[in-house]
């Protein structure tokens, strides 16, 4: 008997639309097509869409360390709640997971807690060269994190022969946080005191395309792969625009969705994000880059606060706000209203991070390959609350704003762990497996 049957739905198989239902058994997918036969449950998928399950390849869930505002359990729920099947999550944590041990330590805080399935960063330092050089085998591990600018603890690696280190011993793609720690400190006197406005001033377009543009030559001279996250600005998408192969980038779906000064006059600290939230000219170039295929992800860079910290007066107000639960709604919404496809957004949440970062059996549907799905109702509407918010946090930049689309079951290794906003069963999430190129 079969586990789970999938039926009249539409399924996203080679890039198309099909009328298709979905075997399932031992979490595995075992046949495509139109199956009459016993399974211990089937789920109705008529007038819906049966994607890949999506994925998010940016997320901060503070644990160990900050573990008030968010942990590895309540940032799965958020994902599993927003239709996301797998996370990347990230190493800048209290101790920073900057070492095998601690690597270890996030595996064994994830097992058994995590609903969704989820891949580790290991974080660059100055001095952990001869660790990144020996990642391949280490289960769980998506990348090596690189903060060129802006970061906590000991993993801020400001400097060209360190990020020239870091590279020359990578052994994975490195994911790279980039701004100018330099322009970054020489700025700090345009800050206003109380005016976040400032805030896209001090961490400005040239601070950002200024490391993006030394982060590219250092990754080209040693033939390495480097992933630029949260990409913000023109010359960004028009510099790596020429650079592509080794060189992939990512934009969020905040960058897309909301921009200066409107999101700051609206949200105050609560838009303060590294990178900024800059004004239309660059929103509208971040989006001309999603029309024209130029970025190969789209990742949430989820990072939440409490507001108590959000509320302080700018710039002792955290950046950073979070998205996993809202990245599928906001960009779902993006495609009813015909700024990009449904194809599209797949190549950015399912089919390229497989590429990139050679995850295993994930990100299609074909048989044999892993039972995850985000089962979407693309006419559904939903109204965002800061009380819906799984996240510890208790909030979000949409509060009050209504999205059309919307992930109405979540299905991992062949079980529903999410329905109609509901969390079912228990947390079985398993580390994300990679291929050794």
């Excluded at 805080?109 to 969704?116: E, P, S, V």
């Excluded at 001095?127 to 280490?138: G, H, I, M, S």
């Excluded at 600005?233 to 897309?256: A, C, V």
């Excluded at 000219?281 to 880059?289: T, V």
């Amino acid at each position: 008997m079969l586990d789970l049957i999938i039926k009249n739905g539409k399924c996203y198989i080679d890039k198309d639309l099909k009328d298709q239902d979905i075997a399932i058994k031992e979490g595995k997918i075992i046949e495509i097509g139109k199956i009459n036969k016993e399974a211990k449950e089937i789920l109705d998928a008529k007038d819906l869409l049966v994607l890949p399950g999506c994925m998010d390849t940016q997320t901060h869930f503070r644990e160990p360390g900050s573990t008030d505002t968010e942990d590895l359990h309540t940032g799965s729920r958020a994902a599993i709640v927003g239709g996301i099947t797998s996370v990347f999550e990230m190493p800048n944590t209290n101790p920073p997971t900057a070492n095998k041990k601690e690597f270890q330590r996030k595996l064994d805080l994830a097992k058994n807690r995590m609903y969704c399935n989820y891949g580790f960063y290991f974080g660059a330092t100055p001095d952990n060269a001869n660790e990144l050089a020996d990642l391949k085998d280490l289960e769980g591990c998506c990348g090596i994190k690189l903060f060129a600018g802006s970061s906590t603890g000991n993993l801020l690696v400001q400097h060209e022969k360190d990020i020239e280190i870091v590279f020359k011993n990578s052994s994975k793609v490195v994911a790279v946080h980039s701004e100018d720690e330099e322009i970054l400190n020489r700025n700090k006197k345009l800050i206003k005191d109380g005016d976040v406005h400032s805030h896209p001033i001090w961490r400005s377009a040239e601070c950002a395309i200024s490391s993006t543009r030394r982060i590219v030559k250092i990754a080209e001279r040693y033939k390495k792969k480097a992933h630029i996250l949260h990409v913000t600005t023109k010359d960004e998408i028009d510099f790596l625009s020429q650079h592509k192969g080794n060189i992939t980038f990512e934009i969020t779906p905040q960058h897309l969705t909301i921009y200066a000064p409107d999101c700051y006059n609206k949200l105050g600290t609560y838009a303060q994000m590294n990178p900024p939230i800059r004004d239309k000219s660059h929103y509208d170039r971040l989006w001309y880059g999603v029309k024209n295929n130029l970025n190969d992800t789209i990742g949430s860079d989820h990072a939440p606060h409490l507001k108590i910290n959000k509320d302080k007066t700018y710039p002792n107000s955290p950046s950073g706000m979070p998205g996993v639960q809202t990245l599928m709604p906001v960009m779902l919404n993006h495609i009813n209203d015909g700024k990009l496809t449904l194809e599209q957004l797949m190549n950015f949440v399912c089919e390229n991070p497989v590429k990139i970062f050679g995850i295993e059996n994930k990100g299609f549907i074909k048989e044999g390959f892993d039972a995850d799905f985000t089962v979407v109702d693309m006419n559904k509407k939903i109204l965002i609350k800061n009380e819906n918010i799984e996240s510890k946090c208790g909030w979000s930049p949409f509060d009050g704003t209504e999205f059309k689309g919307l992930p109405v079951s979540t299905i991992v290794a062949g079980k529903i762990k999410m329905k109609n906003g509901e969390i079912l069963g228990d947390p079985e999430g398993s580390p994300l497996v990679f291929k050794n190129e």
